[in-house]
């Protein structure tokens, strides 16, 4: 972190309750991006969040307008964030964006759309086309004492939804935990535990790899509501229900599939560092 640098100001957001601190790194001042996470990030601390979106300028020659990357609470950075890149459209929005524009993220571009300011601030964003590591097919594996049917779904990060019955019955924290960091998955995987409820409603809690429970995660609900497709349960466009509010999904096979739901703002605030 730099030695020069004694205050910054940052903006606290979220995204169905998935929560993050943006820090606007145009032009860069910091580095230690993720001591800052993890300093941030803690629930009982000053600010407390999921974790820390960081804006910076595009790279040379790239269409979009700033690039977003994404550190959870641990420390670790992340690929892509459904919920966290319609924050920075917000963010971005009020500064001058406009309504259309495309946001770089290690995972790709990802265009962002205003869908309404009031009496919600709605945004859409394009997440792309699914990748299937298995090639979409469910597999079992076994965790926690017991055996879990999945499906693998990549949005640029890597996730499993498991089918359940009941979401509510599910002890998310001990399963999610297991199935996040077992030898199956070598570089982690975020996990979902999906229940249809209709062909075009879902239920779904979530386990993300580097934070643990969250109220909500974007390309989570974007993940179980593929998965879901997939399966033959549910049809496009779907309602996906997270513990912090609802989403919407649409997808079809071989195209981009679309996210869209809130950004709100919590406050922005200087702090020392």
């Not at 606290?12 to 929560?19: A, C, F, R, S, V």
């Not at 394009?126 to 299937?132: E, R, T």
């Not at 999906?194 to 909500?216: N, S």
Request: glycine fraction near 10%.
């Amino acid at each position: 972190m730099s030695a020069i640098l004694r205050e910054l100001t940052v903006t606290k957001m979220h995204g169905t309750h998935n929560d993050f601190i943006v820090v606007d790194e145009r032009p860069p001042r910091l580095s230690d991006y993720p001591s800052l996470a993890r300093r941030f990030c803690v629930r009982a601390g000053e600010l407390g969040a999921d974790g820390i979106l960081v804006v910076t300028a595009p790279p040379a020659g790239s269409m979009a307008l700033a690039t977003m990357r994404i550190f959870n609470a641990d420390g670790s950075e992340a690929e892509m964030c459904g919920n966290g890149v319609r924050c920075v459209a917000r963010y971005l929005a009020e500064r001058g964006a406009g309504d259309r524009f495309t946001i770089e993220t290690p995972a790709g571009p990802v265009a962002a759309e205003i869908l309404s300011r009031a009496p919600e601030f709605v945004v859409r964003v394009d997440v792309g086309a699914p990748v299937f590591p298995h090639g979409g097919e469910p597999e079992t594996v076994e965790a926690a004492g017991e055996t879990w049917t999945y499906r693998s779904v990549s949005l640029g990060n890597p996730h499993i939804v498991v089918f359940v019955d009941d979401v509510a019955a599910i002890d998310v924290a001990r399963i999610g935990a297991a199935l996040a960091t077992h030898a199956r998955f070598p570089g982690g995987t975020n996990v979902h535990f999906m229940q249809p409820l209709g062909r075009g409603d879902l239920a779904v809690r979530h386990y993300e790899r580097g934070v643990g429970i969250t109220q909500a995660c974007g390309t989570g609900a974007v993940a179980s509501a593929i998965a879901a497709i997939l399966a033959g349960t549910a049809q496009s466009p779907l309602t996906v229900r997270v513990p912090g509010g609802t989403l919407t999904v649409a997808w079809t096979r071989g195209a981009s599939a679309t996210l869209s739901g809130p950004a709100e703002t919590v406050f922005e605030r200087t702090i020392e560092l």
